[in-house]
Each structure stands twice: as C-alpha cells, then as structure tokens.
DNA sequence: AGGATAGATCAAAATTGGTTGATGAATCAA
DNA sequence: TTGATTCATCAACCAATTTTGATCTATCCT
C-alpha cells in the first residue's frame, strides 16, 4: 500500500465512522441485521418520525452502508455487508500497525 | 448475548465510532499507530495547535482509544489495541447477524 | 527563587449536526 | 380522475462539537 493511498482510504473510513455515530442510525443498522425491510415498517417498529428516519437513512445510503430497492410504493432498505467490511479490514489494518516490532532501538 | 445486554455494547460501540468519525482525531490515531508518542511531538509533526491536540486526545482518551503516562515535563500517548479489537468484534457481531439465513419464507 | 517549557483547561465564537413540521412527487386503488 | 399512502425534501429551529486564544499548573533547569 503506497502512503499517498492512505488518506483517501482512510476519510472513507471516517465517512463509515460517522454515519455509526449516532443512536438513531444504530437502531436502523441493527433493525436491517435481521434482513431487509421497508421505510414504513421501520418507521413503525422504531417509533421514529418519518422525515427523520428518512434522513437518517439517507445519510446511512450516502455513506454506503445501505442500499435501497422500490417495489411499488414502497422502499426497501438493507445493510451492505461490504461495507462493514470495509470497515473491519480499515481496522484489522491499524491494529496491525500496532503490532510492528517499535521503533528502532533508544 | 440477551436482547437487553445489547443496547450497552452497541452504546459503547458508538462512542468509540464517533471518537473516530473526525479527522484531526483519525490523523492522531493513524500517528500513534506507529507507536508511543509525546504531545510536542505530535503538535509540530500534525501541524496542530496545542490546545486542539490537548482536546483530541483527551477526548480519544476518554473514549478508551488511547492510554498515556507522565514521564518529567512530557506525556506519552499511546493506542489501545484493545478498543480496536472491541470494535472489530462488534463489527463481526453484526456481520454474523447478517448471514444469517433471512426470515422465515414467505 | 526565577524563568522556561509541556500540557491541561476554560469561555467565547464558529461550525456542524439533528429535529420538526410542511410540502411535494410517485404509486396505487376505487 | 380523485383520494390515499409511501417516501423524499426543504427550511427553520435547536443542540452538540470544534476551534481559538488566554490562562493555569507542574516540571525542569540555572
């Protein structure tokens, strides 16, 4: 891996960072660990605003951890599992800088 | 794990995603991941104020990202490999829940 | 002791994020 | 076509974070 790769890498990573910061979005993230459902099936389990879970699933879309499917009136939502892996190599990755033998000897 | 286990490992899930989702903070984390360093030492190679930097790593620190000690006039920071891993498990948690065979048929 | 350096802390200003309620577009059923 | 339903979008508001510059504490050196 060339250094220069490296932040690029590394702000998509802080993108997926970001979008599992919040309560909200962790909700939905664990809601669609159980598989695909629709907007308003989870507006109703989660007892959420509709403009605010459409928001939040926006944002979740835009940082690539869900996609979306129409089927007539209504949007399907899932979880990408690629981009937890991303994100789970992103840190197998630092940890295993962590690892390296230290500095050169004092 | 029961249901109402849950909720505290993804809350502590979440802080430690949110004290990644900032790139001053990801900049630290990927310095130290070259191991241990001073807080001068990381003010001048980041470029950063010192006031900035003392927030940051206090906040990581409190996060449990990162440990430091006190040696004279200097402090050391360093990561904590172990909230890495914490978060590695809790990514693999959910991708497990993700495989899993979908609901029953339809 | 006195001065210099490392780092933490604080309050104010600046920035970013999230919530709310209203409106709009698309689909469907009658 | 009309009315109902699902979902997205928008603007205004409110709340949380970040940045900045100043000040404070502790340690060291002379």
């Given amino acids: 891996m060339r250094v220069l790769d490296h932040p690029l890498q590394t702000d998509r990573a802080r993108l997926l960072f970001?979008?599992?910061?919040?309560p909200v979005r962790l909700t939905v993230i664990e809601a669609l660990a159980g598989g695909e459902?629709?907007?308003c099936d989870l507006t109703a389990e989660l007892g959420l605003a509709q403009?605010?879970?459409s928001f939040h699933l926006k944002l979740l879309k835009e940082?690539?951890?869900l996609e979306s499917r129409q089927e007539g009136r209504w949007v399907y939502y899932r979880l990408r599992v690629e981009a937890i892996q991303s994100m789970q190599n992103w840190l197998a990755a630092?940890?295993?800088?962590?690892?390296r033998p230290a500095s050169?000897?004092?």
């Fill in 37 to 39: 459902r629709c907007v």
């Fill in 51 to 53: 403009s605010k879970l």
């Fill in 18 to 22: 970001k979008a599992l910061a919040d």
């Fill in 104 to 106: 050169p000897c004092p």
């Fill in 94 to 99: 630092l940890a295993a800088r962590c690892e």
């Fill in 63 to 65: 940082a690539g951890l």
